[in-house]
């Protein structure tokens, strides 16, 4: 590949989905077409989430954000996160980065949802 920064890019993603697949989403793999105007992200079959992969050198959450944020809208989903590759670092070392409200309606989905987790979290404040 001709562009370094296009190349540190894909493989970014490819190490993002990777990632996904060791942690149980099977499925996740890389979403062509990044850049038309219907993007919806940069990995696929993650279920209700848009994940925008980043790995640049200036720090940008607000721009990433706003674009992860358009391709939620596109592709209709309830999550926009951005994985951001630290520099210098391998992508397992960078950035999950999304809106603290969304983050919050994640983490309240995951909690009430999985009862070994939720009886975890109770135990945990039950000590404080």
Same mark, same amino acid.
């Given at each position: 590949?001709? /562009?370094?920064?296009?190349?540190?890019?894909?493989?970014?993603? #490819?190490?993002?989905?990777?990632?996904? #697949?060791? =942690?149980?989403?099977?499925?996740?793999?890389?979403? !062509?077409?990044?850049?038309?105007? &219907?993007?919806?992200? *940069?990995?696929?079959?993650?279920? #209700?989430?848009?994940?925008?992969?980043?790995? &640049?050198?200036? !720090?940008? +959450?607000?721009?990433?954000? =706003? &674009?992860?944020?358009?391709?939620?809208?596109?592709?209709?989903?309830?999550?926009?996160?951005? !994985?951001?590759?630290? +520099?210098?670092?391998?992508?397992?070392?960078?950035? !999950?980065?999304? #809106?603290?409200? *969304?983050?919050?309606?994640?983490?309240?989905?995951?909690?009430?949802?999985? /009862?070994?987790?939720?009886?975890?979290?109770?135990?945990?404040?039950?000590?404080?």
């Amino acid at each position: 590949m001709a /562009n370094p920064a296009k190349a540190k890019g894909s493989q970014a993603e #490819r190490d993002s989905a990777a990632l996904l #697949r060791d =942690a149980g989403f099977q499925n996740a793999d890389r979403e !062509f077409g990044a850049g038309r105007s &219907e993007d919806v992200g *940069d990995i696929r079959n993650i279920p #209700r989430t848009v994940i925008e992969v980043k790995a &640049e050198k200036a !720090f940008n +959450p607000s721009g990433w954000l =706003a &674009e992860a944020e358009s391709e939620r809208i596109n592709a209709g989903a309830d999550y926009g996160i951005v !994985f951001a590759k630290r +520099p210098g670092k391998s992508m397992k070392d960078g950035y !999950f980065i999304m #809106r603290l409200e *969304d983050g919050i309606a994640l983490l309240r989905e995951a909690i009430l949802s999985d /009862n070994t987790l939720r009886k975890r979290l109770e135990s945990l404040l039950q000590e404080i």
